[in-house]
């Protein structure tokens, strides 16, 4: 985060400004349906989407607003007055598309030598007595988990326990989210942990969400747990390009393609700066993915003709026209059937790049 001070007045109460450094504007857009037609081709493997519209809204203001002292603080700016924040919905053809545009002057100014100024920190921070028992309560019901863990047990946590670790965003407990999904979960208790999962990465902040979703699904070889972090992110819309791209430049395969699912997904919002971006990922795939298959020649049965085959990375030889191998499922790629595919992507992205270059260029 950009710790810049901020105000929507003209002036800054007790600070001394000593350069006016020019206005600085950003804009971000977000599509509630703005890509539904590219989805539409593809078969939706994740389930449903259902996201608190307000806490869209809150989040696309917030990462306006660090773009925003992002251009201030390349100026020269430790502030920013006057800021003015905008929101315009915009509909037709069947697209909606919703944009916030924040502005604000960039200034230099001076803490006053008695460091009282605007958002000024209080180190003498406090909790009551209710705090510290429920603090109490999630702490006790963390270890216990964690012990039940470390012997190989199933976890679990009474409402009242996963309502307070909720509501002081206990950080402890994402390994145990995580160790959870690496078991077995029985069929009727799936539905509850799953929700679980989504309601906790849910309400942390979108960098701390992504920083611990995806070096976990970096380092994992859980399929269950894979497939609970893709769930995630493509529920709450937290696609990141640079750690995709990490993904993609994995040495292992199935990482590899891990990141081409995740491209399927989307963004919560989207600024002019993925244009390059998207592009760049449509270039990487194009050289980490090229056919595992070898085209070759087999000899006809009772005949000299040859015909053509594609042999598939586990030896199987398979009819040109056969899309994916009798033995082990995949196609030339190495990607099993309702898995996206590098050319289902690299459609998927071009479209992307159409709606984003149009949107921005206008």
Same mark, same amino acid.
């Given at each position: ?48 989407? $259902?996201?608190?519209?307000? !806490? ?9 607003? +660090? ?8 100026? #020269? ?10 929101? =315009? ?50 702490? !006790?019901?963390?270890? !216990? ?6 012997? #190989? ?16 965003? +206990?950080? =402890? ?47 994992? +070889?859980?399929?269950?747990? +894979? ?129 984003? $270059? ?5």
């Amino acid at each position: 985060m950009n710790n810049l001070v901020v105000t929507t007045s003209s002036s800054l109460e007790n600070w001394e400004i000593t350069r006016y450094l020019g206005v600085v504007t950003s804009h971000v857009v977000a599509g509630t349906n703005i890509f539904s037609d590219a989805f539409a081709s593809f078969s939706d493997i994740f389930g449903g989407r $259902s996201k608190s519209y307000q !806490k869209q809204i809150a989040s696309i203001n917030n990462q306006a607003l +660090e773009l925003l002292k992002e251009k201030a603080k390349r100026k #020269g700016g430790n502030a920013i007055v006057a800021l003015k924040i905008d929101h =315009d919905e915009i509909s037709g053809g069947g697209k909606s598309m919703f944009m916030v545009t924040v502005s604000g002057t960039a200034v230099k100014a001076n803490l006053p030598e008695n460091g009282n100024g605007l958002n000024a920190e209080n180190d003498d921070k406090e909790i009551d007595a209710k705090q510290m028992s429920e603090l109490i309560k999630v702490h !006790k019901a963390v270890t !216990k988990m964690n012990h039940k863990k470390q012997e #190989g047990k199933g976890i679990y946590f009474r409402d009242d326990e996963w309502k307070l670790i909720l509501k002081y965003k +206990e950080l =402890d407990v994402i390994p145990l989210l995580f160790y959870r999904f690496f078991q077995k979960i029985p069929d009727h208790m799936e539905g509850e942990w799953k929700n679980k999962f989504i309601e906790f990465f849910g309400m942390l902040d979108t960098d701390l969400a992504n920083k611990y979703l995806y070096n976990e699904i970096l380092k994992t +070889e859980s399929n269950t747990l +894979e497939n609970i972090i893709l769930y995630a992110i493509n529920k709450l819309s937290l696609v990141d390009f640079d750690r995709v791209e990490a993904l993609i430049r994995n040495d292992n395969f199935n990482k590899k393609k891990l990141g081409i699912q995740l491209l399927a997904c989307d963004k919560l919002s989207y600024q002019s700066s993925d244009i390059q971006k998207i592009q760049k990922l449509m270039n990487l795939i194009d050289k980490e993915f090229s056919k595992q298959a070898e085209i070759v020649e087999v000899s006809k049965t009772f005949s000299s003709k040859t015909k053509k085959m594609w042999e598939c990375g586990c030896g199987t030889q398979n009819d040109m026209s056969v899309k994916y191998c009798n033995n082990c499922g995949r196609n030339k790629y190495g990607f099993e059937s309702g898995e996206y595919n590098p050319e289902q992507i690299d459609s998927l992205l071009d479209q992307k790049i159409e709606v984003l $270059s149009n949107y921005f260029n206008n």
